[in-house]
């Protein structure tokens, strides 16, 4: 089965039959149709032959893209992620019971039953398509717009992409926090849900203009880091303060040591030591740690 997992067709699923091919597109002849601007009126072909699944763009204005990589021709497992205009389709086990008509059909009752509003095309839950990969399917295929993330704690974050590329991100509003930090954090949460809106006409002072690519291999590697200590990390909402009596002499500690320590010292919480400070939420953390270590501070009573 073809599921819809985002898009003006989400929730929709269209089978996939041995020996019996899906013209997919905006002309109301083919077998999947999309009506939208982004698709071409004859846009790709999926076909079943044997126990192989391919896929083949037809020459479409905006591309196809499987998994972040823009295709001529290719072979589709199941997990794959399919970007044909501004929906995304997952390949996934199921049994084609219904024929293509009635699919037909059911994608267009889909699409009524969600017509309320036409800038919100786009959206989903990051459980079903991981940010990354949301991403990479955004930066390769050139979109511009906001990616918003909600999560259920009620943080909101936001990326802006210009032609496939992150110009500016920002979580809570608040400005204090790096975009490539916000970023990086946001490729920490687990579970989310997303839209992608509309370009917005706006300036950053602290703009960049950095490739998605580039900048996930960089969060990946941070979450990777993050993830080896975390059993050993403080809650985020915990208060930390100088260890009294400090035994240690300050002058063994490096630089940006010292600026964590002074950081906590007028800080409310782990997380607003994190949002304070200049260096990586990685690196951030292990600085505390490193001083909690050393007595340098302690969690409040009320933190343990």
Not at 83 to 110: F, P, Q, W, Y
Not at 125 to 134: A, K, N, R, T, Y
Not at 248 to 270: C, E, F, G, K, Y
Request: hydrophobic share 40%; net charge negative; charged share 30%.
């Amino acid at each position: 089965m073809l599921r819809f997992i985002s898009g003006k067709y989400q929730g929709g699923e269209f089978p996939v039959v041995t020996e019996k091919q899906i013209m997919v597109g905006r002309s109301s002849e083919l077998d999947m149709v999309l009506v939208e601007d982004m698709v071409s009126r004859k846009h790709a072909r999926i076909a079943m032959q044997t126990d192989q699944i391919w896929i083949e763009d037809l020459g479409s204005t905006n591309g196809t893209f499987v998994n972040g990589e823009k295709i001529k021709r290719a072979r589709l497992k199941e997990g794959d992620r399919i970007l044909i205009g501004t929906s995304i389709l997952k390949l996934v086990a199921g049994d084609a019971t219904r024929d293509n008509m009635d699919a037909k059909r059911e994608l267009e009752n889909v699409a009524s039953r969600r017509r309320t509003s036409q800038a919100r095309t786009m959206s989903g839950s990051i459980e079903e398509v991981p940010l990354p990969d949301l991403l990479q399917l955004f930066g390769t295929s050139k979109k511009s717009g906001v990616l918003v993330i909600r999560t259920e704690d009620q943080d909101i974050g936001r990326i802006y992409l210009k032609k496939g590329n992150i110009s500016y991100a920002i979580i809570n509003d608040l400005d204090e926090v790096a975009p490539l930090k916000s970023v990086y954090r946001m490729l920490t949460w687990q579970k989310a849900l997303f839209e992608f809106e509309p370009p917005v006409d706006c300036e950053f002072s602290n703009e960049v203009d950095m490739g998605v690519q580039e900048i996930l291999m960089e969060g990946i590697r941070q979450l990777d880091e993050l993830n080896r200590i975390h059993d050993e990390l403080p809650d985020l909402h915990a208060r930390l303060e100088l260890a009294f009596p400090m035994g240690p002499p300050l002058r063994a500690l490096a630089p940006s040591d010292l600026d964590i320590l002074q950081i906590a010292h007028n800080a409310t919480d782990v997380e607003a030591v994190m949002n304070k400070s200049a260096l990586t939420d990685f690196e951030t953390v292990q600085a505390v740690l490193k001083l909690l270590k050393a007595n340098y501070l302690k969690l409040a009573e009320a933190s343990r």
